[in-house]
């Protein structure tokens, strides 16, 4: 019963293990939840009563220091890493996607954007520049419905991957409007990629984050890990 940080957590400890798991989500973000077609914590109580399961694919993420962290959702690095920080501090108490997107909004300010090289399994060259972000998702949105990767399935066995170019102030302005009321990212400076692993390095070591939650340091190693657990889902 939580959000979608709470629901990393548990997973984590049941990887491997013949247990099925549920989610009741009245978190802030929810994006898993969702995602397995779960609205509700309503909605939710009669899923787990069901007992009906789908086993969904996990992120997982290997870093230089030797640590490797497991999540459901979106995760990256850039200003959803920044945001993500502000959310689980000063925004906390917000709900839902304004939690997110004012927590974006803040850490806009003097963000100059993230130097990266994104080498994704399947293509021949590395994706290299200075980006907004780059996201590694395995649900369709991430930030409490911020939809970056509409057409991504929990269960497909592979990643979307979404680089967005760095925007001005006026770019920002004009897409807030459809974040905040439909959660859609309507721009054609976002760049998607699906693979099943990819390595990720950046200048001056920025964070990391899954489902919101801070992991470790780049450089990052990604891969999938499919149908890793069982998810109780309508």
Known sequence: MGGDGTLQSLVCQTIGLDVDVGV???????????ALGTRSW????????????????VVSVRFANGEEAKYLGGGGVGLDAEAALRANGRF?????????????????????????????????????????????????SYGGGV???????????????V??????????????PGLVLTGELRTSRAKHFRSTAATLRSSGS??????G??????????????RAVRMLAP
Do not use: C
Request: glycine share 10%; aromatic share 6%.
């Open 213 to 226: 939650e801070l992991l470790g340091k780049v450089p990052v190693a990604i891969d999938v890990l499919p």
């Open 163 to 176: 680089v967005l170019e760095m925007l001005s102030k006026l770019e920002i302005a004009r897409l807030l």
């Open 206 to 211: 920025p964070w990391f984050h899954g489902d």
């Open 92 to 140: 906390k108490g917000w709900p839902g996607r304004l939690r997110y997107l004012a927590s974006a909004i803040d850490a806009l300010r003097g963000y100059a954007g993230v130097d990266v090289a994104l080498e994704i399994s399947g293509t021949t060259q590395p994706i290299r520049g200075r980006f907004l972000l780059v996201a590694v998702l395995n649900t369709p």
């Open 24 to 34: 009741i989500p009245v978190g802030g973000g929810n994006d898993v939840a969702r």
């Open 42 to 57: 309503q909605q939710a109580v009669d899923v787990v009563s069901a007992g009906k399961t789908r086993a969904i694919d």
């Open 147 to 161: 939809r970056l990767a509409p057409t991504a399935q929990v269960d497909d066995g592979e990643l979307d991957f």
